[in-house]
């Protein structure tokens, strides 16, 4: 891997990344992965690059893969760079094979890969992975980004702007005195929430947890709790501009209404890695044909919201080699508020949303 190809390539990014270029700095020297074999599954983003800088200048044997979802394609300039530089590289996970010391995964993909094996732990960041790494049985250590107040800083800021980011440019530019439904009230929702509410929207939450929908009502969102076939969610349905999913939950929409029942002109949109709709609704039914919104942008989320993460994702793989840990936990507390404080206190960005549970 030839990494000053890649050096030269991130050289070139506009924006602010602290915290990896941190990372990079203290690695260079320590080596810390040296000889280390990774399988790095998320999407492959021109902010993945930066991601992968660290790993290879701390020595580590790297295999780059894409996040395997329908819709989300990898970026193509960056599938060059690593191709011609040598890089080990494969976007097809049926093709992946053999032993690897660490898994860096997003959605919990790598355990279905039926030729992988693993051999000292997995590091996951989504909240979608959470089912599948929590009841894997295995020793090996399995660190959850989800689980931490520092993922509030991509799910809840991050997706929220790349949301309307999104919506704006894909969809329409005039978003003032719409009405949204909003269909979950976790990170994910509460933070496409504010900011969708900065364009001066109508919008009505739904959600199961009574807290929940006590904060949404306070924050000024109409909210509805009885969604098994409540005539009125369906009526603020059929009355919506779009619906947005932010539940995580697999064929949720198809469990409460046919797709005959709501009318085409209702937009719905996916902000989550799984299939909130079923099969029986088809993905051209769907904005982005099911794939999440944000994830059609150049950027599906900035780097202002990402780097903190991208380190600590990476960061994790010394935890790993301690071997302090066994089995799915949260992520390691010297990896978690410190960071968001570093952040809260470099940008003078009020962070107390995150502590909301």
């Known amino acids: ?102 898994a860096l995964d997003c959605c919990a993909q790598v355990p279905a890969m039926e030729n992988v094996r693993i051999t000292r732990g997995y590091v996951e960041l989504t909240q979608s992975g959470t089912p599948i790494y929590s009841a894997l049985e295995t020793e090996l250590p399995i660190y959850s980004i989800d ?11 991050g997706t929220g702007e790349a949301c309307v980011r999104a919506i704006k440019q894909f969809v329409t530019p005039e978003l003032k005195g719409r009405k949204f439904v909003l269909i979950g009230y976790g990170k994910v929702g509460r933070g496409i929430a504010r900011y969708l509410s900065k364009e001066e929207v109508e919008i009505t939450v739904v959600d199961i947890n009574e807290t929940y929908l006590e904060q949404a009502a306070s924050a000024g969102y109409g909210t509805i709790k009885d969604i098994k076939r409540s005539t009125g969610l369906l009526e603020a349905i059929r009355g919506a501009f779009a619906v947005i999913f932010a539940t995580g939950q697999p064929g949720l929409l198809q469990s409460l209404y046919a797709p005959s029942e709501i009318g085409d002109d209702v937009l719905l949109i996916n902000m989550g890695a799984d299939d909130e709709f079923g099969d029986d609704y088809p993905p051209g039914r769907i904005v982005a044909g099911k794939a999440p919104l944000n994830f059609l942008l150049d950027s599906p989320t900035t780097m202002f919201f990402i780097d903190p993460i991208f380190a600590a994702h990476n ?43």
């Not at 994790?316 to 410190?338: H, R, S």
């Open 1 to 102: 891997m030839d990494i000053e190809k890649l050096r030269r390539f991130n050289s070139a990014y506009v924006g602010d990344f602290p915290f990896l270029e941190e990372l990079s700095s203290e690695w260079i020297g320590k080596k810390p992965l040296d000889g280390l074999r990774i399988l790095h599954n998320i999407p492959l983003t021109r902010e993945t690059m930066l991601k992968l800088e660290p790993l290879y200048l701390a020595g580590a044997d790297v295999t780059v893969t894409h996040l395997d979802l329908p819709g989300l394609e990898p970026k193509q300039d960056c599938v060059n760079l690593l191709s011609d530089a040598g890089a080990s590289i494969e976007l097809d996970h049926r093709k992946i094979d053999g032993e690897f010391d660490i």
């Open 315 to 357: 960061r994790c793989c010394e935890n790993i080699l301690k071997g302090d840990d066994k089995g799915f936990t949260a992520l390691p507390a010297e990896l978690d508020l410190p960071y968001v404080d570093a952040w809260s206190k470099r940008y003078g960005i009020d962070v107390s949303d995150i502590y909301y549970e």
């Open 147 to 157: 689980l931490s107040k520092l993922k509030c800083l991509e799910g809840m800021f």
